[in-house]
């Protein structure tokens, strides 16, 4: 195997929602679980079933998207909606996915999305909103979208060195989702020079964990059999993120994923993806007792599912 090389590049898009993602999140999206919890921690995080992956689908897909997603996963949605969730004037339809392996925020924008929404992977939900916002700028993020209201809370989008975005939201009323089964990997992509400065914010921030840190990881994994890669697993408060340090040569679709969503069984998981309309893009490939593959859903949506788990 050759030597890891320096690599990557950042990973794209994240999405943002209405209803999760501190936007309008309607009454229905509410569990009958008790209310949460929320923790005095330091992360102000409340819990990796109220950190939505924003998922932006091509427009008019998002019947088709939910409904795909669905039948492979299980899992239930709120009503659509059309509002605005960003605060300059737009317009979008929202649902929110409260899934077995991951909760997201899908968008289908009726206007142009307006800069920077749409480079936002993930929404985290915080105990405390301007505890979260002064958490983020001690720990070296930037915030890109400064603090707004919506109808139900209040939403901000910050960046973590290397051009990692997120959006942190609050809501007046707490809102209460049942556990997840499996806790889904936020997917990093990041370049040699941005590495340190991303995991210096980003744990301080999260108040994360290295778990593992492997200089030498099987490049087969990103599409790059024969080569090799710097992987690093963190656990958080906020849940389980994979950070890929390459020297961004990566074929496609790797990069375009944020997410990464743990099964089972992979290859009933595929069928079930194929049967309701989703693509398999590469895979499945197994390295050290993990195996995955990469699935675009209706709407353009790309994910990794992975059976195994080698953190």
């Given amino acids: 195997m050759k030597k890891p090389k320096a690599m990557v590049r950042l990973l794209p898009t994240l999405l943002l929602v209405v209803a999760v993602g501190g936007f309008a999140a309607p009454p229905s999206a509410q569990s009958r679980n008790a209310a949460a919890v929320l923790p005095d921690a330091t992360t102000t995080a409340v819990g990796p079933q109220y950190d939505t992956t924003h998922v932006y689908v091509t427009p008019g897909a998002m019947d088709a ?25 737009s317009k ?32 985290w939900l915080m105990s405390d909103f ?8 001690a720990s070296g993020a930037d915030v890109v979208v400064a603090p707004f ?10 960046q973590f060195p290397g051009g990692v975005n997120a959006q942190l939201y609050w809501h007046i009323k707490a809102p209460s989702y049942a556990p997840l089964k499996t ?10 020079d941005s590495a340190s400065a991303f995991l210096r914010s980003y744990l301080r921030f999260t108040g994360g964990r290295i778990v593992s840190d492997d200089g030498a990881a099987d490049g087969g994994r990103i599409g790059m059999p ?25 074929p496609y679709p790797f990069g375009r994923e944020t997410t990464g969503y743990a099964v089972k069984d992979l290859t009933s998981t595929l069928r079930k993806a194929e049967a309701a309309g989703a693509k398999v893009l590469w895979g499945p490939y197994t390295s050290r ?21 080698d953190r």
């Fill in 65 to 89: 998207f939910v409904t795909s997603w669905e039948a492979t996963f299980g899992g239930t949605n709120t009503a659509k909606v059309i509002t605005d969730v960003t605060p300059t004037p």
């Fill in 130 to 137: 301007g505890k979260g916002v002064r958490l983020a700028r």
């Fill in 149 to 158: 209201k919506d109808p139900i809370g209040r939403d901000t989008v910050v």
């Fill in 289 to 309: 007792g993990r195996t995955s593959a990469m699935v675009q859903f209706p709407g353009g949506y790309v994910a990794e599912l992975h059976q195994g788990d």
């Fill in 183 to 192: 806790v889904p990997d936020n997917r990093v992509y990041l370049t040699g």
């Fill in 226 to 250: 024969g080569e090799a890669y710097r992987r690093i697993t963190i656990s958080s408060p906020f849940g389980n993120t994979v950070v890929s340090v390459t020297d961004g040569h990566l």
């Fill in 92 to 123: 979008t339809a929202s649902e929110l996915v409260l899934s077995p392996v991951g909760t997201l925020s899908v968008f289908d924008f009726r206007t142009p999305v307006p800069y920077p929404f749409g480079a936002e992977r993930t929404g």
